[in-house]
């Protein structure tokens, strides 16, 4: 018999919270609805979980923080979002933080369980590629572990970082397209998923800033191309 998918949904709307877990549940996932951010911590710590769908606006511990916590703990989980509010800045911080994607309340219950699909099988099908090992400049990144490394030194990327990198080192002196990459990582082209994207560019310049010959420069209007010296796949 197949394993359910376990969610981990945290809702301090009761009415709200019940629906979506019993409609999640009749739609054959398992889930966990926990009241506000402090419960859905502990949950999280007790349970195993195959995503989470946090809201934001929560008494004792917000959306946003809960999901730094669970980040702490598991950098790779999905996570998504459920807001009342529309603000740009909001939504941004969610996609800071990690967020694997954002739903506006009001929301239909189907539209729900398509993002829910769409992540997980992003990230499944990320897990079952055949993966490599990249040598960019000075550094070594090996993709299957999502691990950059230089002179001894390891730095654990998230999932979309490593497959950021991953399409910049296979598209590497040549422009990779800004709509294909958000395809590929986002599955959408959308607005905030391109600021999204934005903020993950600027993060991986960070880390490779240690090599100085390495560059992530923007192609104006049409994407971005990774410049080294050394860059084999």
């Known amino acids: 018999m197949?394993?359910?998918?376990?969610?981990?949904?945290?809702?301090?709307?009761?009415?709200?919270?019940?629906?979506?877990?019993?409609y999640l549940q009749a739609k054959g996932y398992y889930a966990e609805l926990c009241p506000d951010g402090d419960a859905g911590y502990?949950?999280?710590?007790?349970?195993?979980?195959?995503?989470?769908?946090?809201?934001?606006?929560?008494?004792?511990?917000?959306?946003?923080?809960l999901?730094?916590?669970?980040?702490?703990?598991?950098?790779?989980?999905?996570?998504?979002?459920?807001?009342?509010?529309?603000?740009?800045?909001?939504?941004?911080?969610?996609?800071?933080?990690?967020?694997?994607?954002?739903?506006?309340?009001?929301?239909?219950?189907?539209?729900?369980?398509?993002?829910?699909?769409?992540?997980?099988?992003?990230?499944?099908?990320?897990?079952?590629?055949?993966?490599?090992l990249y040598k960019i400049g000075r550094f070594q990144f090996d993709t299957k572990k999502q691990i950059l490394s230089i002179d001894g030194q390891q730095t654990k990327l998230t999932t979309k970082e490593s497959e950021l990198l991953s399409l910049l080192c296979a598209h590497t002196s040549e422009i990779l397209q800004r709509d294909f990459a958000l395809k590929t990582v986002w599955t959408d082209d959308n607005y905030f998923n391109a600021r999204s994207m934005d903020v993950y560019i600027?993060?991986?310049?960070?880390?490779?800033?240690?090599?100085?010959?390495i560059e992530i420069i923007n192609i104006h209007g049409k994407g971005y191309k990774l410049i080294a010296p050394e860059v084999e796949g």
């Open 42 to 65: 502990k949950a999280f710590l007790k349970g195993k979980f195959d995503i989470c769908v946090l809201d934001v606006m929560m008494p004792i511990k917000d959306g946003f923080t």
């Open 67 to 132: 999901a730094q916590e669970i980040r702490a703990v598991n950098a790779d989980i999905p996570i998504i979002f459920l807001t009342a509010k529309t603000l740009n800045e909001d939504i941004l911080e969610g996609f800071k933080i990690g967020a694997d994607d954002y739903i506006t309340k009001s929301f239909s219950m189907e539209v729900l369980v398509a993002r829910i699909e769409t992540v997980l099988r992003r990230v499944r099908g990320k897990k079952n590629k055949e993966n490599a």
């Open 202 to 213: 600027t993060k991986l310049r960070k880390h490779l800033k240690a090599d100085d010959s």
């Open 2 to 22: 197949e394993e359910k998918t376990r969610i981990l949904l945290c809702e301090d709307d009761e009415n709200l919270g019940m629906l979506l877990r019993e």
